[in-house]
Nanobody, 122 residues
């Protein structure tokens, strides 16, 4: 059974940094990608970043490029999202998700975590 558990969310002030973690278990596929996705209050899901687990290939949404950094620790089966220069617009629930096989942005994700709340406010 695949389980994804996010952590690291909280309340921060504008301009501050935060690092989210996503601990994965039961992910035993030959290859897969992991993404960070968020949902701001009253808005839809917004894709932020994706990393191919085996190759480490990375992509970012323009809205976070240069401010957010995705990474992974293969030994710990953990995904990270380092967020800097946070703005009030970054307030959202942040999810990690897994898509099995090659990345296809038009296909739904196979597994989701429960999400972690990030609130950016002075």
């Amino acid at each position: 059974e695949v389980q994804l558990v996010e952590s690291g969310g909280g309340l921060v002030q504008p301009g501050e940094s935060l690092r989210l973690s996503c601990a994965a278990s039961g992910v035993t596929f030959d290859d897969y990608i992991m993404s960070w996705i968020r949902r701001a209050p009253g808005k839809g899901l917004e894709w932020l970043s994706t990393i191919t687990w085996n190759s480490g290939r990375i992509s970012y949404a323009d809205s976070v490029k240069g401010r957010f950094t995705i990474s992974r620790d293969v030994a710990k089966n953990t995904l990270y999202l380092q967020m800097s220069s946070l703005k009030s617009d970054d307030t959202a629930v942040y999810y990690c998700a897994v898509q099995v096989g090659d990345y296809n942005p038009k296909r739904q994700y196979d597994y989701w975590g429960q999400g972690t709340q990030v609130t950016v406010s002075s």
